[in-house]
């Protein structure tokens, strides 16, 4: 069960420039898309979400941009920190199956000095 | 900031034996969830519990597997006889919202780190 996606299982940048992550779904009924942050021996960090009624969202750095048409969101990260460095994780919500989060397999960042 | 606790951080335990593992949501929140991650794999939902009874559950989620409110703060999940396969860190999480009606962000605890000898 692939529902959702991250193809890219590493992406390295450099301090002070553009990350990108992406993430590709295929169930049409998932109306909430969520960006998870993850350090090793933690849990999963909310970082930002958005409804799929929007095609944008913003928080200081992040954002995130919902592609309905294509099935697929992004997460911008601007500028990018060492401390950003961890495991990036979107998740999304099926409204007919109640709260559960279905989680694509993360996408490794590491931003250098 | 509140936050999802959960107890132990790591739990070492022999096949066959029963194990509860024991979370503390974040106090005004009325959605519970289980998730796992077996090392190199997803994040995968185990259950919901809204309303003191399961809301949504897995196939993962078998007869060998419980939740519980017991008292007004903690939320255990009961693995009744582990599997070697069980091994796994298992996520508490919980939201404020239900189904549906607006953002029902989830906010994770630390995880419990279950080891099936």
């Known amino acids: 069960d692939q529902q959702v996606k991250q193809n890219s299982p590493s992406l390295s940048v450099q301090e002070g420039r553009i990350s990108i992550l992406n993430c590709d779904y295929t169930n049409s009924m998932f109306d909430y898309f969520l960006w998870y942050k993850k350090y090793p021996a933690e849990g999963p960090t909310f970082l930002i979400s958005?409804?799929?009624?929007?095609d944008k969202n913003e928080d200081g750095r992040f954002t995130v941009f919902l592609n309905k048409s294509a099935k697929h969101l992004s997460l911008h990260i601007v500028p990018s920190q060492p401390g950003d460095s961890a495991v990036y994780f979107c998740a999304a919500r099926d409204n007919n199956a109640g709260n559960m989060l279905t989680f694509g397999g993360g996408t490794r960042l590491m931003v250098k000095p | 900031e509140p936050e999802v606790t959960q107890t132990p951080s790591h739990q070492v335990t022999q096949m066959g034996q029963e194990v509860i593992l024991r979370c503390v949501p974040i106090?005004?929140?009325?959605?519970f969830y289980w998730y796992r991650q077996i090392l190199g794999q997803k994040v995968e939902f185990l259950v919901s519990f809204y309303n003191n009874e399961i809301s949504e559950k897995s196939e993962i989620f078998d007869d060998q597997f419980s939740v519980e409110r017991p008292d007004g703060s903690n939320f255990t999940l009961k693995i009744r006889s582990t599997k070697l396969e069980d091994s796994a860190m298992y996520f508490c999480?919980?939201?404020?919202?239900?189904?549906?009606?607006?953002?029902?962000?989830?906010?994770f605890g630390p995880g419990t780190r279950l080891t099936v000898l």
């Open positions: 958005i409804s799929s009624i929007k």
């Open positions: 106090s005004n929140h009325l959605y």
């Open positions: 999480a919980s939201s404020v919202a239900p189904s549906g009606r607006g953002t029902d962000t989830q906010y």
